[in-house]
């Protein structure tokens, strides 16, 4: 069935460090492909989305490019903040008639001042 | 920016009690869902809803579950006899399209004792 493999928290980085998470995907079909991201004591926030092959979503500073031919979506920023410490989850959604999302584990980002 | 809004954002309830969780959608939007996040573990799929009916559901959402859109604004999960392992964080989320974006309310945390 479809599902999403992202990499294993927690990640703790110091301030202005690059960030990678990764994620990899599988899915019948032609998925949409997110990134939701839920700081501490909030609900999720779609942060970025991409919707066909080479397609790149970029928020905030952070982007994905979807990757077909690796079924990959990792999530990139070049120099990570405090405000960054959340967690991140991949997702996916086939087109479908529920279109219902599909999520990762989830990676929690430790940002160091 | 419209959310969607989510109450209780407690609930504590002794076992075998019925449960209702409230959710407000974003106002123009058509397709209804609920997640559930139990603690430590990756957001589920439960069901989806669009024009008064189910979408689908996930083998989770058994005959224990049941959602309702009562009105033209509230959103409901109802859990008629909870148990023990119905502890988590729920999530409501609606869209405007099939193929749009989902917006998550804040979620409801359900202990139940």
């Known amino acids: 069935g479809d599902s999403v493999t992202q990499m294993e928290g927690p990640v703790t980085l110091s301030e202005e460090a690059f960030l990678t998470i990764n994620c990899t995907y599988t899915?019948?079909?032609?998925?949409?492909l997110f990134w939701y991201v839920q700081y501490p004591g909030e609900g999720l926030q779609l942060l970025l989305k991409?919707?066909?092959?080479?397609d790149k979503g970029s928020n905030k500073g952070f982007e994905a490019t979807y990757r077909k031919e690796t079924t990959s979506f990792h999530l990139e920023k070049g120099s990570v903040q405090v405000s960054d410490s959340a967690v991140y989850f991949c997702?996916?959604?086939?087109?479908?008639?529920?279109?219902?999302?599909?999520f990762g584990s989830g990676t929690r980002l430790s940002i160091r001042p | 920016e419209p959310e969607v809004t989510q109450t209780p954002s407690h609930q504590v309830t002794q076992m075998g009690q019925e449960v209702i969780l409230r959710c407000v959608p974003i106002?123009?939007?058509?397709?209804f869902y609920w997640y559930r996040q139990i603690l430590g573990q990756k957001v589920e799929f439960l069901v989806s809803?669009?024009?008064?009916?189910?979408?689908?559901k996930s083998e989770i959402f058994d005959d224990q579950f049941s959602v309702e859109r009562p009105d033209g604004s509230n959103f409901t999960l109802k859990i008629r006899s909870t148990k023990l392992e119905d502890s988590a964080m729920y999530f409501c989320?609606?869209?405007?399209?099939?193929?749009?974006?989902?917006?998550f309310g804040d979620g409801t945390r359900l202990s139940i004792l």
């Open positions: 989320a609606s869209s405007g399209g099939q193929n749009q974006p989902q917006h």
């Open positions: 899915a019948t079909g032609y998925p949409s």
């Open positions: 991409a919707t066909k092959a080479d």
């Open positions: 997702a996916l959604s086939v087109r479908s008639s529920a279109s219902k999302i599909i």
């Open positions: 106002s123009n939007h058509l397709y």
């Open positions: 809803f669009y024009n008064n009916e189910i979408s689908e």
